[in-house]
């Protein structure tokens, strides 16, 4: 993003300007012998007054820290691209005198390159596949992510992988950003904010009318809850499953052949996850 930090403390703190203006809840301060804040603001949708909006957040942030603040405007989409948004806004009276100017920077992740993401902060992997990438080099930069991603523990690696799902969800359809992270689904049907987020999927295609939507949001999580299901039934019978074990129970997407391997499980011929996942 163009902000040089090396050899300087970066720490995250508490902006509380919330009670005078809206405003993120954390905010990046750079440490140094001139210590100053920055104010990531990720937007996603066209908005006319978004400038004076991040100029009244500064202000006020600027106001409860009495230090200077870098706003970071990051356009997670083109439609929230505006070529009013060129980093520079003044204000003038009548006769043509400055009253005021407000500096921010600009992000357009679209234009940007994928690498300083893929490779910075993990913070910022996410953000990775909405940066210059064509679509079909997605599963490769997804590998990538999972690379730096995977070593983390489970917990961080959940929130990590929430993340992208969420964000991707402002630029491609949900089926490929499904199948792009199907090896990571089941571990965010275990997130009651994944969860949620299907619930509304379903909500919203009921409200708007939209069947498709609303029936392949119902599916999906019909699908993880079953997969759930088949798991911790098994594990009873079998003993926990290895991860090809997991991996062959992922790429099932059909919820009735699920629900027909869980009644398979009380077969008494059926005595490993090797059995019971014979023909998968």
Do not use: C
């Not at 978004?50 to 820290?65: G, K």
């Not at 596949?129 to 961080?156: C, F, H, K, S, Y």
């Not at 969420?166 to 969860?195: C, D, H, W």
Request: charged fraction near 30%.
């Amino acid at each position: 993003m163009g902000i040089d930090t090396e050899g300087l403390g970066v720490e995250v703190v508490d902006s509380d300007a919330t009670t005078l203006v809206s405003t993120a809840d954390k905010v990046i301060r750079v440490g140094g012998d001139r210590p100053f804040l920055v104010d990531l603001e990720p937007h996603s949708y066209h908005d006319s007054g978004l400038v004076r909006t991040l100029w009244m957040r500064q202000v006020a942030i600027d106001h409860r820290h009495n230090l200077p603040v870098l706003s970071v405007l990051i356009l997670l989409h083109k439609r929230a691209n505006s070529p009013d948004l060129s980093g520079s806004y003044t204000r003038e009276l009548p006769d043509g005198r400055l009253t005021n100017r407000y500096d921010y920077r600009v992000v357009r992740l679209w234009q940007e390159d994928p690498e300083p993401y893929l490779n910075g902060g993990l913070a910022v992997v996410p953000l990775a596949p909405l940066t210059n990438v064509a679509e079909a080099d997605l599963p490769a930069l997804i590998d990538r992510m999972r690379q730096r991603i995977g070593p983390e523990p489970r917990r961080r690696m959940q929130k990590l992988w929430l993340t992208t799902y969420i964000l991707m969800g402002f630029r491609y359809n949900v089926r490929v950003t499904r199948r792009l992270l199907r090896e990571v689904l089941p571990m965010l049907a275990e997130s009651k904010t994944y969860q949620q987020i299907l619930r509304d999927g379903w909500r919203q295609g009921r409200r708007e009318g939209h069947d498709e939507g609303r029936q392949e949001g119902l599916k999906e999580g019909e699908i993880i809850g079953e997969r759930r299901v088949l798991i911790r039934q098994g594990t009873r019978k079998f003993g926990e499953p290895d991860a090809a074990t997991v991996a062959a129970i992922d790429t099932i997407l059909d919820p009735d052949r699920l629900v027909a391997l869980g009644e398979r499980i009380i077969d008494a011929n059926v005595l490993t996850w090797a059995d019971l996942l014979r023909d998968v």
